[in-house]
């Protein structure tokens, strides 16, 4: 049976702290880890039942987004030099429990932007990025009519490790920043140590939203460093070369 749209008569958000978003995001959400956090958004479900001595209704929280300063270094300044690095927030989480209907991420991400312009408004472009290494191509973006500037934006190409042959277990590039120090081939193999294997991963695809009026967005527009482009399609995508690399073992010579 197919999932109805979402109830948006019992579906509202509102602030919350970033500790209550912590403990759902790395409870629920794929990558469960913490994030950068200006702001935490919860979802919550309206309940049909009261509190007889209280008055109030039992509402569910069933999610959060989180908006934070863009995780990369080089995010905001590769954007527009109309807009300051402190006037850019990423949605740098989201996660929303199933069965709320199929277009509650949406839905929800319109009423986040919509709070965000009427209460924060010094922010004036939020961005997020669909990740293509898990199979994300972004449609609860398109569906709130997001601009999209593709994948080419990275400036540097990123590397996913595996320790073992297939199936392999790919090891995200940022871990193996955090883990191995460089991403370089040859350090990597002094400090791995055995054979691995290694691939280029996919672009992350890049969306935004312009909080601020008419006149500005269009300014904001005509100085994109990054032009928009088209959505993406469903078209499959290419597999990526998987390269090996071997570490020579480490021999003693003894002399008499």
Same mark, same amino acid.
């Given at each position: 049976?197919?999932?109805?749209?979402?109830?948006?008569?019992?579906?509202?958000?509102?602030? %919350?702290?970033?500790?209550?978003?912590?403990? %759902?995001?790395?409870?629920?959400?794929?990558?469960?880890? #913490?994030?950068?956090?200006?702001?935490?958004?919860?979802?919550?479900?309206?309940?049909?039942?009261?509190?007889?001595?209280?008055?109030?209704?039992?509402?569910?929280?069933?999610?959060?987004?989180?908006?934070?300063?863009?995780?990369?270094?080089?995010?905001?300044?590769?954007?527009?030099?109309?807009?300051?690095?402190?006037?850019?927030?990423?949605?740098?989480?989201?996660?929303?429990?199933?069965?709320?209907?199929?277009?509650?991420?949406?839905?929800?991400?319109?009423?986040?932007?919509?709070? %965000?312009?009427?209460?924060?408004?010094?922010?004036?472009?939020?961005?997020?990025?669909?990740?293509?290494?898990?199979?994300?191509?972004?449609?609860?973006?398109?569906?709130?009519?997001?601009?999209?500037?593709?994948? &080419?934006? &990275?400036?540097?190409?990123?590397?996913?490790?595996?320790?073992?042959?297939?199936?392999?277990? #790919?090891?995200?590039?940022?871990?193996?920043?955090?883990?191995?120090?460089?991403?370089?081939?040859?350090?990597?193999?002094?400090?791995?140590?055995?054979?691995?294997?290694?691939?280029?991963?996919?672009?992350?695809?890049?969306?935004? #939203?312009?909080?601020?009026?008419?006149?500005?967005?269009?300014?904001?527009?005509?100085?994109?460093?990054?032009?928009?482009?088209?959505?993406?399609?469903?078209?499959?995508?290419?597999?990526?070369?998987?390269?090996?690399?071997?570490?020579?073992?480490?021999?003693?010579?003894?002399?008499?």
């Amino acid at each position: 049976m197919e999932e109805d749209f979402v109830d948006t008569d019992k579906v509202y958000i509102k602030e %919350i702290q970033a500790s209550v978003a912590k403990d %759902i995001i790395v409870k629920n959400h794929y990558s469960h880890a #913490w994030t950068m956090c200006s702001l935490a958004i919860g979802v919550f479900y309206k309940s049909d039942t009261d509190h007889d001595f209280f008055d109030v209704k039992d509402d569910k929280l069933i999610g959060c987004m989180v908006f934070g300063c863009p995780v990369g270094r080089s995010a905001a300044a590769s954007f527009s030099e109309e807009v300051d690095i402190s006037e850019v927030w990423e949605l740098t989480r989201l996660w929303i429990a199933d069965s709320y209907g199929k277009n509650i991420e949406s839905y929800c991400i319109g009423a986040a932007l919509r709070h %965000i312009k009427r209460n924060h408004n010094r922010i004036k472009v939020i961005m997020s990025y669909a990740d293509s290494e898990q199979g994300h191509q972004g449609g609860i973006y398109k569906a709130t009519n997001a601009y999209y500037q593709g994948t &080419a934006i &990275a400036l540097m190409p990123n590397f996913s490790v595996s320790l073992t042959k297939e199936p392999y277990k #790919w090891i995200h590039s940022r871990t193996v920043s955090e883990r191995y120090g460089s991403h370089n081939v040859e350090k990597l193999k002094k400090a791995v140590g055995a054979t691995f294997w290694r691939k280029k991963e996919s672009g992350k695809h890049r969306y935004f #939203w312009i909080m601020t009026n008419k006149k500005e967005r269009k300014s904001i527009l005509n100085t994109l460093k990054h032009k928009c482009v088209d959505y993406p399609s469903d078209a499959n995508t290419v597999d990526p070369i998987i390269t090996q690399h071997d570490v020579e073992p480490i021999t003693s010579q003894f002399f008499e």
